[in-house]
T-cell receptor, first 115, second 114 residues
Framework: DTGVSQDPRHKITKRGQNVTFRCDPI?????LYWYRQTLGQGPEFLTYFQNEAQLEKSRLLSDRFSAERPKGSFSTLEIQRTEQGDSAMYLC???FGDGPNEKLFFGSGTQLSVL | AQSVAQPEDQVNVAEGNPLTVKCTYSVSGNPYLFWYVQYPNRGLQFLLKYITGDNLVKGSYGFEAEFNKSQTSFHLKKPSALVSDSALYFCAVRASGGSYIPTFGRGTSLIVHP
């Protein structure tokens, strides 16, 4: 169990550029989540996968955001035409099981700064 | 809709004293409740959860939480605080019959003074 990995750890980009983040969940975990966190706030839900299927997407999520999880393994989150308001920590989490076994394992996040 | 309120942005406590970090929730049906901790420059880590059964739940690092259905609360507690407990604490909730997506509170910064 190597934990949830996110790449890159930091990304600085100029407004209008596209960025892509990668998340490698714990290998046997079938559920994968993307959250966004800004300073002084808790994690805000963005989108959720069960295996390769994207089952839920936040209504707050702009059309500029897209996520994939091909083959139910790693996931990518792409932001097109970045805006300064997109600056945040992007968190990936994975989980497996229900009830007593249910808990999220988080990666260390990707810190995005849009200049 | 499901939501969590953490009414205190910051809690200060002296080392060795008991600590409480408050959380109230709103959810349709029965709740699954969680506490996570975020240490500086580290990812969020699971502390404990309430699913069903005993209202007092014990978790990692000596923390416990008490589920109170009538007050819709799930306060985090520890009998004797350590300086190393200083961190951000997040409460989360999801409906037991709903999707597997927890909603998080805004977090409470716990500062334990030596």
């Amino acid at each position: 169990d190597t934990g949830v990995s996110q790449d890159p750890r930091h990304k600085i980009t100029k407004r209008g550029q596209n960025v892509t983040f990668r998340c490698d969940p714990i290998s046997e975990h079938n559920r994968l989540y993307w959250y966004r966190q800004t300073l002084g706030q808790g994690p805000e839900f963005l989108t959720y996968f069960q295996n390769e299927a994207q089952l839920e997407k936040s209504r707050l999520l702009s059309d500029r955001f897209s996520a994939e999880r091909p083959k139910g393994s790693f996931s990518t989150l792409e932001i097109q035409r970045t805006e300064q308001g997109d600056s945040a920590m992007y968190l990936c989490a994975s989980s497996f099981g229900d009830g007593p076994n249910e808990k999220l394992f988080f990666g260390s996040g990707t810190q995005l700064s849009v200049l | 809709a499901q939501s969590v309120a953490q009414p205190e942005d910051q809690v200060n406590v002296a080392e060795g004293n008991p600590l409480t970090v408050k959380c109230t929730y709103s959810v349709s049906g029965n709740p699954y409740l969680f506490w996570y901790v975020q240490y500086p420059n580290r990812g969020l880590q699971f502390l404990l959860k309430y699913i069903t059964g005993d209202n007092l739940v014990k978790g990692s690092y000596g923390f416990e939480a008490e589920f109170n259905k009538s007050q819709t609360s799930f306060h985090l507690k520890k009998p004797s605080a350590l300086v190393s407990d200083s961190a951000l604490y997040f409460c989360a909730v999801r409906a037991s019959g709903g999707s597997y997506i927890p909603t998080f509170g805004r977090g409470t910064s716990l500062i334990v003074h030596p």
